[in-house]
């Protein structure tokens, strides 16, 4: 038997929401994670340090009793965020980061960013302050294939912002292309870029072929995979300006399962687990842990997690439930189309 040993992971991008489904999936992040970034998508959006204070209150009370767990809030940017608000939300602790989603670019988005000059402001000052920027990089321009709309938007949107306030940090979140694994590699400083579990393990045909399949679906949308094996380079390299943001994303089941559905692939159940396979089929299960656990304290100024969690290849195939039961109905856990040896035993 195979065991690993590493500092407590955390997650750099997840998706909590509010009320019965946070109540449902809370437990699945704070069994393994020590500290998440939590993204403010909810409807309405966090958009407020008040917004984000009570948020972070509800995130504690749905907490299972005996967890411990660090909520690293953020701010949904909208055209008319106050400078002054953003600096007291990050003077007072509260707020790690803030989000900006081009309007229009995914769940609950549309509050978000069109004219990116309304959000200067607030960009400088933050630029000022040392807060970061987490972005969710792809344009919404309809003419813009769905497949090329990461590329673009670094070309026209992301890499025009880094040049006009280069001391603007940026995490560009959930990469999915070799376009943007370059981008990121290319810059010398105030970049990052997270990647997500399912990213490093699923192509574009794993959502199409034979059949569609609503649970690979997401955005950014998995592309082809050659793209995928660039993020797997990238994530099991080492290399600090990459580490794990889950994006774990928990719809019910309905509204996946159905003409128009949500995009969204909840992983924080075996996110673990699949790493350590992925990471193993690489030869570079020594690395997972500057991945999971080292890289993203680095960026965001924190302390990795002092405490340690073990990892084991077991020697049977390890059984992680298909569904989580919420109590706003069931919702479907991501199934990475292998067989998992490898699981988190403390
Ligand atoms: O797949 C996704 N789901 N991508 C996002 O950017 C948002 C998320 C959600 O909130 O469901
Ligand atoms: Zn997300």
């Not at 953020?74 to 007072?92: Q, R």
């Not at 159905?258 to 790493?275: D, P, Q």
Request: include cysteine; hydrophobic fraction near 40%; aromatic fraction near 6%.
């Amino acid at each position: 038997m195979k065991t690993l040993q590493i500092r407590r992971p955390d997650d750099w991008h997840l998706h909590l929401r509010d009320g019965a489904v946070l109540e449902g999936v809370i437990g699945d992040t704070s069994r393994h994670f020590a500290r998440a970034i939590i993204m403010p998508n909810l409807v309405p959006p966090v958009v407020t340090t008040a917004d984000a204070a009570a948020y972070r209150t509800r995130i504690m009370a749905a907490l299972p009793k005996g967890h411990r767990f660090e909520p690293l809030m953020t701010l949904y940017l909208t055209e008319h965020t106050n400078p002054d608000d953003v600096e007291e939300g990050k003077k007072s602790g509260l707020i790690t980061a803030v989000k900006l989603y081009p309007a229009g670019a995914t769940t609950n988005s549309h509050g978000g960013v069109r004219d990116f000059e309304k959000a200067m402001p607030v960009l400088e000052r933050m630029a000022k302050i040392g807060l970061p920027l987490c972005v969710h990089g792809e344009v919404t321009t309809p003419e813009v294939d769905i497949f090329d709309r990461e590329a673009v938007f670094i070309e026209t949107v992301l890499d025009p912002l880094r040049k006009r306030l280069p001391e603007l940090k940026v995490t560009m979140e959930h990469v999915t292309t070799s376009d943007g694994i370059d981008y990121i590699k290319s810059s010398k400083a105030n970049l990052a870029g997270t990647i997500t579990t399912h990213h490093l393990i699923i192509n574009r045909n794993d959502i199409l072929v034979g059949g569609i399949r609503p649970h690979y679906y997401c955005l950014p949308v998995a592309k082809r995979e050659s793209h995928r094996l660039a993020l797997r380079a990238a994530a099991t390299s080492g290399d600090h300006r990459f580490f794990l943001g889950t994006d774990s994303a928990p719809h019910v089941d309905p509204l996946k399962e159905c003409a128009c559905g949500c995009a969204g692939i909840y992983t924080s159940v075996n996110t673990m687990s699949c790493l350590a396979h992925v990471f193993e089929q690489d030869n570079a299960l020594d690395k997972l842990e500057a991945f999971a656990s080292l890289n993203g304290p680095a960026w965001y100024g924190l302390q990795p997690n002092a405490e340690m969690i073990t990892l084991e290849k077991q020697d049977a195939q390890v059984e992680f439930p298909a569904k989580r039961d919420t109590g706003a109905g069931a919702v479907t856990v991501f199934d990475p189309g292998f067989q998992i040896f490898w699981n988190v035993v403390d």
